[in-house]
């Protein structure tokens, strides 16, 4: 199970993982977004997805548990650090980073693909400035990583 980003023979990518933050990316206000608990079924087939967030709504467990996602609720304080821990200990050239905050700042830096979505909650100006692609909505996100080829016609230098 993966999905193979290749750029050129010297710049590939065997994508094993997505991470995705939770609020403001998967979920607006706690509660996941229409539509994208079929995607992220979907895009289970390919890949491990895993569900990154400090829970601002204490909502995640439940409205992930028809998921087919590994979530990690994170301690209070730190969180960027946090994430980035989880990014490195998977292999961050296996993974793809999606997430909207400051506190994904850091995980969406150091993945080799990043996306940051903006949706109703927006995005913070650090998330915008570290992810290689910005999408309007998560649907459009999962999109890139169910047709990689996009990925590859967005960031080809």
């Known amino acids: 199970m993966a999905i ?6 010297l710049e590939q990518y065997h994508i094993e993982h997505v991470l995705f933050d939770f609020n403001g990316t998967l979920a ?3 509660e996941l977004i229409p539509g994208v608990e079929e995607l992220l079924k979907s895009l289970s087939q ?4 895993h569900v990154i967030t400090a829970d601002t709504f204490k909502m995640a467990a439940e409205q992930l ?8 609720i994170l301690k209070t304080g730190q969180e960027k650090q946090q994430k980035l821990f989880y990014l ?3 292999g961050r050239d296996k993974c793809i980073a999606i997430g909207n905050g400051s506190n994904d700042a850091m995980m969406l830096a150091k993945a080799p693909i990043s996306i940051a979505v903006i949706q109703s909650e927006g995005a913070s100006q650090e998330a915008l400035q570290a992810a290689k692609i ?3 909505t998560i649907h459009d996100a999962i999109a890139l990583c169910l047709k990689p080829k996009r990925i590859v016609a967005t ?3």
């Open 46 to 49: 390919q890949v491990s997805l």
């Open 155 to 157: 960031l080809r230098k």
């Open 88 to 90: 490195e200990n998977l």
């Open 65 to 72: 548990a028809k998921v087919p996602v590994k979530l990690s």
């Open 134 to 136: 910005i999408c309007p």
């Open 4 to 9: 193979d980003i290749i750029f050129n023979p």
């Open 28 to 30: 607006i206000d706690g």
